[in-house]
């Protein structure tokens, strides 16, 4: 089993749709959580770091649920842009993050 | 400020070829790590470097070697390339731990023949 999980997809949304996505993780030694976002063909970037009690970023909306381990994406009003693979990534407290292998998200006109 | 540096972009290789792989970066991180990623798999860690002069084992490190040469420049060597390691590998670096941001380079896109 992974140590990081997630939905591959793809999700395809119409513009202006609110999309989520899910990520578990299996290690409850986990101390740290993002998303990072990847364009095709382009380098991971940091999103959003995930805190406990949660937290927005404009349309994006990060939650974590420690006792069922996993983490949660929001994405409200959907653009054209929001088009990338969302990675889901864990920290054990050390300097190695753990990738998830991404959630591919297509919005369409 | 351009970040993380990568060269090549793209590369060939020949079965039993070696090459190295260099990375840059000029935001004076103490931390940084090369990365694989293929299909399906996810990105997987292949060495990193907590500093400079201290270099680790990630993941997959089976056929890589790196060096740390300095605090901004970080090198990975592949000794005789297999077509496993077809991929595309990414540099980065990290300013604060386990809970700071890593920055990646663009990416090399490596194909072993």
């Not at chain 2, 694989?36 to 990630?58: C, F, H, N, V, W």
């Not at chain 2, 005789?80 to 991929?87: C, D, V, Y």
Request: proline share 5%; glycine share 8%; with cysteine.
């Amino acid at each position: 089993r992974k140590e990081v999980e997630q939905d591959p997809g793809p999700f395809n949304v119409p513009e202006g749709a609110t999309v989520a996505f899910n990520c578990t993780y299996s290690n409850s030694a986990s101390q740290s959580f993002f998303w990072y976002r990847q364009d095709c063909r382009k380098e991971p970037k940091l999103l959003m770091s995930v805190y406990s009690s949660g937290n927005e970023d404009g349309r994006f909306t990060a939650q974590l649920n420690r006792a069922s381990q996993y983490i949660s994406l929001l994405i409200r009003d959907s653009k054209l842009s929001d088009s990338a693979t969302y990675l889901c990534v864990v920290n054990r407290n050390t300097d190695k993050l753990i990738f998830g292998t991404g959630t591919r998200l297509q919005v369409f006109p | 400020n351009a970040g993380v540096t990568q060269t090549p972009k793209f590369q060939v290789l020949k079965t039993g070829q070696s090459m190295t792989l260099q990375c840059a970066q000029d935001m004076n991180h103490n931390s940084m790590y090369w990365y694989r990623q293929d299909p399906g798999m996810g990105l997987r860690l292949i060495y990193y470097s907590a500093s400079e002069g201290t270099t680790d084992k990630g993941e997959v490190p089976n056929g890589y070697n790196v060096s740390r040469l300095n605090k901004r420049e970080f090198s990975l060597r592949l000794e005789s390339a297999a077509p496993s390691q077809t991929s595309v590998y990414f540099c980065a670096s990290s300013d604060a731990g386990p809970a700071g941001t890593q920055y990646f380079g663009p990416g090399t896109r490596l194909t072993v023949l």
